[in-house]
């Protein structure tokens, strides 16, 4: 998925049964990169974007994920765009949908207690390996080594979209040009998919992503603006 992925499952299990579902969790999120990846010109992704694939042919996956782009986009404005380079990538859903999957699976297997990170998407549930609610870094967007909030909880899913690593690579689909304003959003939710999905549609919309995410029901922030200034919700749960 371009990414570093981690998986920490707290649960007092045998080492036979956590190795058998961390397996499954890795094997899931290969065959998510290699079906929806825009980098592999067989993926079904690329080949419903070349027309090669009709979408009727295509997975139930990639038909359920186009439908939730296609309700994100009527919900953010159409500033969360599956079109918004010019050719078919659900990119900014995908990998957190994928990776709540993933955590909905685990659960389901009887894995309570874990964290599932996907380059800075993160599902934590129950508690971690201390006994503990789960922390959860979010990156500092100019220094790779240090944080610039630390989340605590039991039941969280935390997406961050910005453009320190990859650029202004987020689009304002509107105008058609690199996104500015917002150096890192992150938003906190009970679903990955869609937290993702938002964090990348506030980054698109610049500074007036802030004003739009403080009245996101259900849903709590921290952006950090291109000018260094650090704004969050009032009831983010921030470590102590």
């Known amino acids: 998925m371009g990414t570093a992925i981690s998986l920490d499952l707290a649960d007092d299990l045998p080492a036979a049964e956590l190795d058998a579902l961390a397996g499954e969790v890795f094997a899931w999120l290969r065959e998510v990169d290699a079906r929806f990846s825009t980098y592999r010109p067989d993926s079904e992704v690329c080949r419903v974007d070349r027309g090669e694939l009709p979408l009727s ?6 038909r359920a994920v186009l439908a939730c782009c296609a309700d994100l986009w ?20 995908v990998k957190g949908w994928a ?23 993160v599902r934590v ?10 922390r959860i870094g979010v990156r500092h967007p100019w220094d790779a080594m240090s944080t610039c909030l630390v989340l605590t909880g039991t039941d969280l899913a935390v ?9 202004h690579h987020v689009r304002d689909p509107r105008r058609g040009v690199p996104a500015r304003g917002l150096r890192s959003v992150t938003v906190v939710g009970p ?28 849903h709590l922030h921290a952006v950090v603006t291109d000018d260094a200034r650090l704004l969050h919700s009032t009831a983010l749960p921030l470590a102590g």
């Open 74 to 93: 009527k919900a953010t404005d159409g500033f969360f765009d599956a079109y918004a380079t010019g050719r078919l990538d659900p990119s900014g859903y």
């Open 99 to 121: 990776v709540q999957v993933a955590s909905d699976r685990l659960l389901a297997a009887g894995a309570a207690n874990h964290c599932l990170n996907a380059g800075g998407d």
């Open 125 to 134: 549930r129950g508690h971690s390996p201390t006994g503990q609610p789960w």
């Open 159 to 167: 997406a961050t979209s910005g453009v320190y690593e990859r650029g």
């Open 191 to 218: 679903d990955l998919g869609l937290a993702d999905a938002y964090a990348t549609a506030a980054v698109a919309m610049g500074p007036a992503g802030v004003g739009w995410l403080d009245g996101l029901p259900g």
């Open 57 to 62: 042919g295509a997975g139930a996956d990639l």
